[in-house]
Structures are given as structure tokens and as C-alpha cells.
């Protein structure tokens, strides 16, 4: 087992729950200083994931101390292009979570975001859903990208899409919100397809969640049944990739990725190309000069672990054993 860092980073945690930001919530908790979630439309409408980002801290006991700032109900210029087909209507799939009895706060997104970037020093912001809310913050404070350490994003792909044969969901659905990002000058990590696509779970993940008997493995577990459904009919296979968790971990466990850096454009025209990261991989002087760490490599088996654990028992629980061979 990776445990993790005596020293934990501290992440805002940008997100659209979401079956997977679910999980990496659940990771933000176990393995970060989560300061504060900030909720975007993507998978589902502002509303809902706003709603699902509350219940799910809620179950995960951490209600009390991790706010949630609602931000853009839309991107800033594309259609709204949501993904209920994957996470139903509601976001969290078959997962049926009480009502959250604490609200969302007043104070919105790009406010939250820009006023922690003062306030904290060395803040990570992890962006897994749309890049709305970052892009919003960047263009009403530009210096926001000096102050942050990083910005790590679960977006793009290199070699291919799932929205479209070369665009991923999140950067596909506010294509303009990306380039301001990856235009920025801050410290960008991409966790794209390439990488997420290695870190997988389906029935047997799904078997252990629900054997820890907690709220929260139980949540798990059937995040994971609906989601192995569906790509069983979607893929012809029962294990999906775990997109979003790989962005924290990334950040709360950085060894086990490795990055390169690259010239990364986002293209904003074109019926076949809106949307599509385009990522240099030239070298010597026909290359572009970097603009983001590219995730290449994963420890995935650990990865896989890790989410396991943050997902499996509530916070403060003595961590599991580990579940690698």
C-alpha cells in the first residue's frame, strides 16, 4: 500500500458529480487538505451536482467542514452538452442520497477561488469537470495563475476522444473555458484519456466496497454496479476508467504519475475538431514550448488502492490493508 504524505496538499476541488467525481472527492478527503469544493454544469445541471457534491460530503462525515460554492451553470460559449446517459438523470446514477441538510454558500465559485488563492499558501486547484469556474477566475484575476501552485485538470487526450474521435468530455463541453486555462501561464498538469484509461475498476472493486459495509463503500459500490453496466453495454467490457481521482492523486501522490511537459492548444473550430487537445509531442526546436505537464505513466494497481481505501472507510478510520497482489 502508498500511504500518503505526512504533509497534506492543500486543493480546492473544482468538479460536476458525477459517478467518478464522486470518488475523487472521497480522495480529496482521505488524502488532502480539502479546503473547499466548486461545482460546475457537466455531467448534470448546476443544481444537481451542486446537490450531490453536499450529499456526498455529508456521507462522507466532512459536511461540517468543507464548503461548497456553487459556479457556471453553462459554458461561457458552447452549448450545454451534459452526460446523463453515463450518470443519469441526477449525476450519482443509482445512488439514491438523502437530501443534504446543509446548503450550498453564497459566496459563488470564481469569489471562493480567487479569495483562497489570497489566503492560502501553495493552493492546488483541481479542476475535473468543465474548466468554466478556472477560466471565469483567471480572466477576472489574471495573476490568480502566479499564486496558485498548480492547476491540475482531469481533461483532453492525445490520441483520441470520447465525445468525439479526438475530444474528451470536459474539455469538449467549454472548449473556449480550456484555452483560457492552457493559455494561462500557470502551472498545468493534464491528467488526460492516455492516462485515466489505465486506472480501471468494475465488479470485483465494486464486491470489495460493498464487503467494508460503510456509507461510503456502500455509495461506492453502486456507483460502480451502474457504471459496470454500462460500459459492459457502452464497451463490451465491465471495467471503466476512473477519470477524475486520477487528478488528486496525481496531487496527493505524485510519484506514482509521470509527466512530461508539452505544448498543449486547444482548438475551438472545425465540426470534427472543436474541442480537441492538440499535444506537441515534437522535441528540439520544432517543438512548442511547454504550457503543461503531460501525465503519461501510472503506478495503476496503487491508484487503484488508493481509491479503494479513501471510498471504503470514513474519515478518521484506520486506513485497509492493502488489496495489492
Given at each position: 500500500m502508498t500511504a500518503a504524505p505526512r504533509t497534506r496538499p492543500p486543493v480546492l476541488l473544482d468538479c460536476d458529480p458525477g459517478i467518478d467525481d464522486a470518488f475523487a472527492i472521497l480522495c480529496a478527503l482521505r488524502y488532502t487538505h480539502l479546503l473547499a469544493v466548486t461545482?460546475?454544469?457537466?455531467?448534470?445541471?448546476?443544481?444537481?451536482?451542486?446537490?450531490?457534491?453536499?450529499?456526498?460530503?455529508?456521507?462522507?462525515?466532512?459536511?461540517?467542514?468543507?464548503p461548497v460554492h456553487p459556479g457556471a451553470d453553462g459554458p461561457l460559449l458552447a452549448e450545454r452538452n451534459h452526460a446523463a446517459h453515463v450518470h443519469g438523470e441526477g449525476g450519482l446514477g443509482a445512488a439514491d442520497l438523502p437530501s443534504p441538510r446543509r446548503a450550498q454558500q453564497p459566496e459563488p465559485a470564481v469569489e471562493a477561488i480567487l479569495r483562497l488563492s489570497h489566503e492560502v499558501d501553495g493552493l492546488t486547484l483541481?479542476?475535473?469537470?468543465?474548466?468554466?469556474n478556472v477560466a471565469l477566475a483567471l480572466r477576472t484575476d489574471p495573476a490568480l495563475a502566479d499564486r496558485l501552485a498548480g492547476i491540475v485538470l482531469m481533461g483532453g487526450a492525445a490520441d483520441g476522444g470520447n465525445v468525439t474521435p479526438v475530444?474528451?468530455?470536459?474539455?469538449?463541453?467549454?472548449?473556449?473555458?480550456?484555452?483560457?486555462?492552457?493559455?494561462?501561464?500557470?502551472?498545468?498538469?493534464?491528467?488526460?484519456?492516455?492516462?485515466?484509461?489505465?486506472?480501471?475498476c468494475g465488479p470485483a472493486e465494486a464486491a470489495l466496497l460493498?464487503?467494508?459495509a460503510t456509507p461510503t463503500g456502500d455509495l461506492g459500490a453502486t456507483l460502480l454496479e451502474g457504471y459496470?453496466?454500462?460500459?459492459?453495454?457502452?464497451?463490451?467490457?465491465?471495467?471503466?476508467?476512473?477519470?477524475?481521482?486520477?487528478?488528486?492523486?496525481?496531487?496527493?501522490?505524485?510519484?506514482?504519475?509521470?509527466?512530461?511537459?508539452?505544448?498543449?492548444?486547444?482548438?475551438?473550430?472545425?465540426t470534427h475538431t472543436r474541442g480537441m487537445t492538440v499535444v506537441d509531442r515534437r522535441t528540439g526546436s520544432g517543438g512548442g514550448a511547454p504550457n503543461a505537464a503531460v501525465t503519461e505513466t501510472v503506478d495503476a494497481e496503487a491508484v487503484v488502492a488508493l481509491l479503494l481505501e479513501a471510498t471504503a472507510r470514513p474519515l478518521g478510520d484506520p486506513p485497509l490493508p492493502s488489496t495489492a497482489s
Open positions: 461545482t460546475v454544469s457537466g455531467n448534470v445541471g448546476l443544481e444537481a451536482v451542486t446537490r450531490n457534491a453536499l450529499a456526498v460530503l455529508e456521507l462522507a462525515g466532512a459536511d461540517d467542514r468543507v483541481v479542476a475535473v469537470g468543465p474548466l468554466t475530444a474528451e468530455f470536459n474539455v469538449h463541453a467549454d472548449p473556449e473555458a480550456a484555452a483560457v486555462v492552457f493559455g494561462s501561464g500557470a502551472r498545468v498538469t493534464m491528467v488526460g484519456l492516455e492516462l485515466t484509461h489505465q486506472v480501471r460493498r464487503a467494508a459496470s453496466r454500462w460500459h459492459l453495454e457502452d464497451h463490451g467490457t465491465p471495467d471503466g476508467a476512473m477519470h477524475d481521482p486520477c487528478a488528486v492523486l496525481a496531487v496527493s501522490h505524485p510519484h506514482l504519475f509521470g509527466a512530461v511537459p508539452r505544448h498543449v492548444v486547444v482548438e475551438l473550430a472545425g
